[in-house]
């Protein structure tokens, strides 16, 4: 079963509003990370949190962790049409060595 | 930009076919990933690798092979090409549990 899952599978918003994306996981980890992909293409890492932080920014980017619930959000602040793509949560598990991909967000800003 | 690449980007070939997608990377990183991601979908992983003569298998069954006689090449063997091995594969690779870096993709084909 998958790690990770992640809600919405879609969203779509006007540009300049905040997009709002949920991951949820099943056991403990030590790090969770953010991955936009592209149409077509690979991942790129945006952000990393690991299991002692519950927050993280970067740029628009704000990410929150809480392991209690194991649970994080990836909060992108005024959206621009170039924010058009894929997000992934990741998970690295304790004792994994390698990470768990969720579904993904397929996120759309409309001009 | 990432110092990983995948050859060829694109490939149609016809069923039974043998193929080889190229991956290398120029960072000298030990761990190295291929993934499976049909489009708009999760990334299910197939192989990877320690580092040199280190390979193993993913979360994900699949027909293919892999070899890694040399640090920076990480190559994806199918013997036996089918409609069924229709997909994109993404290659990737990390120093350890935290960011990995993707090539991409190789969106392969088979008729």
Request: contains cysteine; hydrophobic residues 30%; glycine residues 8%.
């Given at each position: 079963?998958?790690?990770?899952?992640?809600?919405?599978?879609?969203?779509?918003?006007?540009?300049?509003?905040?997009?709002?994306?949920?991951?949820?996981?099943?056991?403990?980890?030590?790090?969770?990370?953010?991955?936009?992909?592209?149409?077509?293409?690979?991942?790129?890492?945006?952000?990393?949190?690991?299991?002692?932080?519950?927050?993280?920014?970067?740029?628009?980017?704000?990410?929150?962790?809480?392991?209690?619930?194991?649970?994080?959000?990836?909060?992108?602040?005024?959206?621009?049409?170039?924010?058009?793509?894929?997000?992934?949560?990741?998970?690295?598990?304790?004792?994994?060595?390698?990470?768990?991909?969720?579904q993904g967000?397929?996120?759309?800003?409309?001009? | 930009?990432?110092?990983?690449?995948?050859?060829?980007?694109?490939?149609?070939?016809?069923?039974?076919?043998?193929?080889?997608?190229?991956?290398?990377?120029?960072?000298?990183?030990?761990?190295?990933?291929?993934?499976?991601q049909d489009p708009g979908m999760e990334?299910?992983?197939?192989?990877?690798?320690?580092?040199?003569?280190?390979?193993?298998?993913?979360?994900?069954?699949?027909?293919?092979?892999?070899?890694?006689?040399?640090?920076?090449?990480?190559?994806?063997?199918?013997?036996?090409?089918?409609?069924?091995?229709?997909?994109?594969?993404?290659?990737?690779?990390?120093?350890?549990?935290?960011?990995?870096?993707?090539?991409?993709?190789?969106?392969?084909?088979?008729?």
């Amino acid at each position: 079963s998958q790690q990770g899952e992640e809600d919405p599978q879609a969203l779509s918003i006007q540009e300049g509003e905040n997009a709002t994306m949920n991951c949820s996981y099943k056991t403990s980890i030590n790090n969770l990370q953010w991955y936009r992909q592209n149409s077509g293409r690979g991942l790129v890492h945006l952000i990393l949190i690991r299991s002692n932080e519950r927050e993280k920014h970067s740029g628009r980017l704000r990410v929150t962790l809480d392991t209690s619930k194991k649970s994080s959000s990836l909060l992108i602040t005024a959206s621009r049409a170039a924010d058009t793509a894929s997000y992934f949560c990741a998970t690295d598990a304790w004792g994994a060595q390698k990470l768990v991909f969720g579904q993904g967000t397929r996120l759309t800003i409309n001009p | 930009e990432a110092d990983i690449y995948q050859t060829p980007r694109y490939l149609v070939i016809g069923t039974g076919k043998k193929i080889t997608l190229e991956c290398s990377q120029t960072m000298g990183h030990d761990k190295m990933y291929w993934y499976q991601q049909d489009p708009g979908m999760e990334l299910h992983l197939i192989h990877y690798s320690y580092g040199v003569n280190s390979t193993e298998k993913g979360d994900l069954s699949s027909e293919s092979t892999v070899s890694r006689i040399r640090t920076e090449h990480f190559p994806l063997t199918l013997e036996s090409a089918r409609p069924s091995h229709t997909s994109q594969y993404l290659c990737a690779s990390d120093r350890g549990t935290d960011t990995q870096y993707f090539g991409p993709g190789t969106r392969l084909t088979v008729l």
